[in-house]
C-alpha cells in the first residue's frame, strides 16, 4: 500500500465508475497500471466491491449516523438492517456497530433504534448536503438498476432499465456530478508489511486542512455538524506511525477526541434502499400498467 494505492483509492472514492484511463491520469499511472493495482488490492483484502452512496435528501429524509459500543455478535450487527430507516451497518474491529439511518425525524430515530436494538447509543451526528435538484422518473429508474451493480456498463444498465445507453449515460453523469449519488470502494483493513489503511473519528471544530498537516495521507469520507465530527480514510506507513499521528491530532486545539475506526464487516440494506427508490418509480408514473415493467424511452 504505497502513495499511489491510497491516491488510486482517493480517486476511486470521488467517482468509482471512472474508466482506468480516468484514474490514471489522476494518479500518473497507465490504465493497465490501474488495472493492475486494483487487481492487487482485491487480492489483498483492501477493495472489497463498491456500493452506490445515496444522499438521503433525495428522499425527503436526513442523514444520521448512530455508533454503538459493546462486543456485538456478526448476526447482532447484521440484525441492525432490520432497525427502522437504516441504511447500512458497520460492525467494527472492537466489537462496535456504527449504522446509518435515514429518518424523517431524527428526534424520534434514536429512541426507535436503541429500543429495536436494547442498545444504548453511545453517539450520534446529523450531517446535511443540500439536494441540488428533484429526480426524474428516469433518474430513479437508473439508479435501482445501479444499486444492485454500482459499476455496470452502460449497455448492462441499459437492459435492466429499458432505456437508451444514451439516456442511461446522461442520467448516471447526471446523478453523480448533482452528488446525489456517490459510487464508491468497499474498503477492508490492511496491516500487512508494516503498512496501515485505516478510518479515524475525528471530533471537534478543527479544519480539515489542518487534520492533513498532522496526519498526511487523509482523505474526508464523511462528516456531521450536529455534532461536528469528520470520518477520515487514512494511510500509515506502520502503526507506530499510526500511534503517533493520533496522539498527535488529540494535542490539537479544537480536537475533543479522536477515535480508530475499522470496520470488520460492511452491509448496505439494499431491500430498504431499493423500496424507497421503487416507491419513487412508482409514483413518477414511469412504469407500465399491468405488468408493472419500465418502458423503453
Known amino acids: 500500500m504505497d502513495a499511489k494505492d491510497f491516491r488510486l483509492l482517493v480517486a476511486l472514492d470521488e467517482n468509482a465508475r471512472q474508466s482506468f484511463q480516468a484514474l490514471g491520469r489522476k494518479v ?8 493492475e493495482r486494483l487487481h492487487r488490492l482485491e487480492e489483498r483484502g483492501i477493495l472489497l466491491g463498491y456500493w452506490v452512496s445515496i444522499n438521503p435528501a433525495v428522499f425527503g429524509r436526513e442523514d444520521l449516523l448512530v455508533s454503538f459500543g459493546g462486543d456485538w455478535s456478526r448476526d447482532e450487527a447484521i440484525r441492525a438492517l432490520g432497525g427502522p430507516d437504516v441504511a447500512w451497518v458497520a460492525w467494527k474491529v472492537d466489537g462496535g456497530v456504527t449504522t446509518e439511518v435515514w429518518p424523517h425525524d431524527v428526534k424520534k430515530a434514536v429512541p426507535a433504534l436503541e429500543q429495536f436494538l436494547g442498545h444504548r447509543a453511545t453517539w450520534q451526528g446529523v450531517s446535511r448536503a443540500p439536494l441540488k435538484r428533484e429526480l426524474s422518473g428516469l433518474d430513479w429508474r437508473v439508479l435501482d438498476a445501479l444499486i444492485d451493480d454500482p459499476r455496470a456498463p452502460i449497455e448492462d444498465l441499459s437492459v435492466a432499465t429499458g432505456l437508451s445507453p444514451k439516456t442511461v449515460r446522461n442520467h448516471v453523469k447526471r446523478l453523480i456530478r448533482d452528488e446525489a449519488i456517490y459510487v464508491v470502494p468497499r474498503l477492508g483493513f490492511l496491516a500487512d508489511s508494516g503498512e496501515i489503511v485505516y478510518h479515524l473519528v475525528v471530533a471537534g471544530t478543527v479544519s480539515l486542512g489542518e487534520l492533513r498537516r498532522t496526519i498526511g495521507d487523509a482523505e474526508l469520507v464523511h462528516e456531521t455538524y450536529d455534532p461536528p465530527m469528520r470520518y477520515l480514510f487514512c494511510r500509515a506507513d506502520s502503526l507506530g506511525e499510526l500511534t503517533a499521528k493520533t496522539h498527535a491530532l488529540e494535542a490539537l486545539p479544537n480536537v475533543s477526541s479522536v477515535q480508530l475506526s475499522l470496520n470488520r464487516e460492511f452491509t448496505v440494506g439494499t431491500e430498504f ?23 423503453r424511452d
Not at 28 to 35: C, D, G, H, I
Request: charged residues 40%; proline residues 6%.
Open 28 to 35: 500518473s499511472l497507465s490504465a493497465p497500471a490501474v488495472r
Open 273 to 295: 434502499v431499493h423500496r424507497l427508490v421503487r416507491e419513487r418509480i412508482r409514483r413518477s408514473g414511469q412504469t407500465r400498467a399491468g405488468d408493472k415493467r419500465p418502458r
